[in-house]
């Protein structure tokens, strides 16, 4: 994988881009450090399952599939007011 760092990134970025048009992969590093990866749109994986067998195997989760469960998010009633208040 081509890694470049921030500033790199931004000198190249055409560079880079056409990297990613033929397929690879570039990391992005600040201070020596990985914080983005840029790779082709036609990679990610469409399902949800594609994606949690992807992080079991990068070792980001561990367990199973069936395991992981999700509940949806609800904003609380009030939350604007009491953001308000909080400001002040």
């Avoid at 992969?25 to 994986?45: F, L, Q």
């Avoid at 399952?49 to 990068?58: G, S, V, W, Y």
């Amino acid at each position: 994988m081509n890694s470049y760092s921030t500033h790199e990134a931004k000198a190249k970025f055409s560079e880079i881009l056409r990297k990613v048009r033929n397929g690879q992969r570039v990391e992005i590093t600040y201070h020596g450090k990985t914080v983005a990866e840029i790779r082709p749109a036609s990679e990610v994986e469409a399902t949800l399952e594609a994606r949690l067998a992807k992080l079991k195997a990068d070792g980001v989760i561990s367990g199973s599939a069936e395991e992981v469960t999700f509940k949806p998010l609800r904003p609380r009633k009030g939350a604007l007011q009491r953001f308000l208040e909080e400001r002040d």
